[in-house]
């Protein structure tokens, strides 16, 4: 959310950092609500200051009368100023964050800047396969039996495949952890206060599945829970910045369309994540970025994957975020890289939707909040199988993993 005095004041400068991302962005209707709000509170304001100079046992009859419709009308300006400011909010929490200086500037999703390759693609002196098969000559993945209990959308890991995605999960905590992130353990449903505060509400209310009757959300990401996990605190300066790193299965309504770039695992209603997430002092926001980058950065490299690290462009960014780093890895079988994490810098949009401040000296600052997938598994596991595939129908396991697996092939 953006600061309704900030508007006022930078009007010009906020709306032109905004259609930088959707040139049909206008604050127009915010600043015509905010000066009517502003001018019926100065309407209840010189009512209140009236009605209190006078004291009902010591006037006439017809002053009373008159005392009572001035008290009628202060209530129907209170009345209307409420209606306002809610207007008011609901229209600021349809507002993007504003864009980082950093952010490349472009309606075309593909003007990304690409920041770091690491590796190269495997190469193979045979015909490779892609996931699909490998999980089904392997009898590790069932897409059948997923699509039986649950629809489309949702695969059943088998034996090995079950135990390769746990032990994927497990290096990726342990991972964290010893980078300095606290392990959470969360809800897998939010209320509404909590997908309004990480900007998943109202905008994204369709992507999300919800419980009529419990008026509960299932989360999409752990980011959610994890940006409302202070909310409504005071944090103390000394103790930032706090990082957070959960485990959570995800869900999401939207799957994709029908194909081969969104066959098997690309992309599903249900799905694995490690979720990071940082809580600091302004001024150090964009420096923990660049770490939450390089701690998945890291996991990727010591699964021995090739991936590039790209800058996304203003088009391309979510609602919430100021400036977004996507890690993509290599599929073999398409031959494109695809995204297995998303870092973003939200400043302080997220906090000031949750009220998350931090004490300095006298003063109560809001925090800046920070996310990066760390990893989510799908294309992982795309990315293990097909890039260590064997010529006699094997994956050999990543070596960081066999401690977790207790072997070395799947065959």
């Known amino acids: 959310m953006i600061n309704i005095k900030e508007i006022i004041e930078n009007r010009e400068d906020i709306e032109e950092n905004l259609r930088r991302r959707d040139p049909s962005i206008s604050l127009d209707g915010i600043v015509t609500l905010s000066e009517k709000r502003r001018d019926l509170q100065r309407q209840y304001d010189r009512k209140r200051e009236y009605l209190k100079k006078f004291s009902l046992g010591n006037v006439s009859q017809e002053i009373r009368k008159q005392l009572r419709e001035e008290s009628d009308l202060a209530k129907e300006l ?10 008011l909010e609901g229209k600021l929490l ?14 075309n999703k593909n003007d990304y800047r690409i920041e770091r390759v ?39 890991y088998i ?65 959610a829970p994890l940006t ?28 994709g369309s029908h194909g081969v770039s969104v066959r098997g695992l690309m992309r599903m209603h249900q799905f694995n994540k490690v979720e990071t997430y940082t809580l600091c002092k302004p001024e150090d926001s964009q420096n923990e970025l660049e770490k939450m980058v390089k701690n998945a950065e890291e996991i990727i490299e010591k699964l021995g994957l090739h991936y590039r690290t790209i800058l ?34 939200c400043l302080d949009y997220q906090s000031m939707r949750a009220n998350i ?19 989510a598994t799908p294309r992982l596991m795309i990315s293990i199988f097909e ?15 066999r401690g977790y697996m207790k072997k070395e092939i799947i065959e």
């Open 78 to 87: 209170k009345k209307q100023i409420e209606d306002i400011k809610y207007k």
């Open 94 to 107: 349809e507002l993007p964050n504003l864009l980082s200086p950093n952010v490349p500037i472009s309606s």
């Open 118 to 156: 690491w590796s190269n693609p495997p190469s193979f002196d045979f015909t490779p396969l892609d996931h699909v098969e490998i999980g089904k000559r392997l009898g590790v993945i069932d897409f059948d039996r997923g699509s039986k209990l649950a629809g489309a959308g949702f695969p059943v």
């Open 159 to 223: 034996g090995e495949g079950a135990r390769l995605e746990w032990s994927l999960i497990n290096f990726m905590l342990d991972h964290c952890t010893n980078n300095g992130f606290r392990q959470v353990m969360l809800p897998l449903f939010s209320n509404a206060d909590t997908l309004t505060a990480s900007g998943n509400l109202p905008k994204f209310a369709d992507e999300l599945y919800y419980i009529e009757r419990d008026k509960l959300f299932v989360i999409p990401t752990a980011e």
């Open 228 to 255: 409302s996990f202070y909310r409504g605190e005071v944090l103390n300066e000394k103790d930032l910045p706090i990082k957070l790193v959960s485990y959570t299965p995800c869900f999401r309504r939207e799957a």
């Open 312 to 345: 996304l462009p203003s088009s391309d960014l979510a609602h919430q975020a100021s400036i977004t780093k996507d890690i993509e890895i290599w599929l073999p079988h398409i031959k494109k890289y695809s995204e297995v994490s998303s870092a973003s810098n």
């Open 357 to 375: 401040r931090y004490k300095k000296k006298s003063e109560n600052k809001f925090v800046h909040t920070l996310n990066c997938s760390a990893l």
């Open 387 to 401: 890039s260590n595939q064997t010529k006699e129908g094997k994956v050999v396991i990543p070596e960081v993993l």
